[in-house]
């Protein structure tokens, strides 16, 4: 049966309507299968990487089955960008130009228990008018209630006050949905990973994007390199952030208005 907070036309008042009403929407099928299967196969190898950082650092347990900043030169990470999927209702959202906050994955298995599994929410700041966070997941694998399909209590992004898990679990509904779809949902939304009861992992990919003057979880332009923006469109320099960098010495800041490393634009 056909989840009700699923869409396969997109339509700018259904995601007002969704967003005001339950907090979150699912767009079917955004990604084609091809581009999936290209994401999953960067995932293994950059998790892999990330347990050996997470390893040297003696944070194994708590990152288990969680990966972080994504965006590389030879992986999925720029094409993603490329795409600009939902460009028009994230603006909407943030209201004008916004940025990469993380581009990171989870890889959802039965014998790990990441901290995703809390009820949680991904801003620590409760401003309902104030938006300056939104989230996408993009599910990697199809997500259903046997394997760990996200909980979302809709509603929730207008309470302040965090849900008992008895009460979270009564009442939330489950992002149940195909592989290559995506998930938008308010930053105040209380929500949780599901359990995985399968021995197939379920993988997704969790992004944030903020308004420009918010400081990003990862550096991305200086990590990617700043000559490296010759190379990029005009929309991967906006959501990257090579529009909004802080100047380090002088000569940076004095710059005329089309060399400035935080455009005039970014608000």
Not at 18 to 44: C, K, M, P, Q
Not at 169 to 175: E, I
């Amino acid at each position: 049966m056909k989840n009700k907070f699923s869409y396969q036309n997109r339509s700018v008042a259904d995601f007002i309507a969704a967003f005001d009403t339950h907090g979150w929407i699912i767009y079917e099928n955004a990604l084609d299968s091809d581009f999936v299967g290209r994401i999953n196969d960067d995932l293994e190898v950059a998790y892999w990487v990330r347990r050996k950082v997470q390893e040297q650092n003696g944070i194994m347990a708590d990152m288990s089955g969680t990966l972080h900043h994504l965006l590389e030169r030879n992986n999925f990470g720029l094409k993603f960008i490329e795409q600009m999927y939902c460009d028009e209702e994230i603006r909407l959202f943030l209201g004008g130009n916004y940025i990469l906050n993380g581009l990171n994955g989870v890889i959802n298995r039965t014998s790990e228990h990441p901290y995703i599994r809390n009820v949680h929410r991904d801003i620590r700041t409760f401003e309902p008018h104030n938006r300056t966070l939104l989230q996408m997941i993009v599910t990697l694998d199809d997500f259903n209630e046997l394997n760990g399909a996200t909980h979302f209590l809709s509603g929730s992004h207008k309470r302040e006050m965090k849900p008992s898990d008895e009460e979270f679990f009564k009442d939330a509904d489950r992002a149940i949905a195909p592989a290559g779809s995506i998930v938008l949902f308010d930053s105040n939304l209380w929500h949780a990973a599901g359990e995985n009861y399968l021995s197939t992992p379920r993988r997704a990919l969790t992004i944030g994007f903020t308004r420009p003057f918010i400081k990003q979880q990862f550096d991305y332009p200086r990590y990617l390199g700043y000559d490296y923006a010759d190379h990029l469109t005009a929309g991967q320099k906006q959501v990257i952030g090579y529009n909004s960098r802080t100047p380090e010495n002088l000569n940076e800041y004095y710059q005329p208005p089309h060399l400035r490393m935080y455009q005039r634009d970014q608000c």
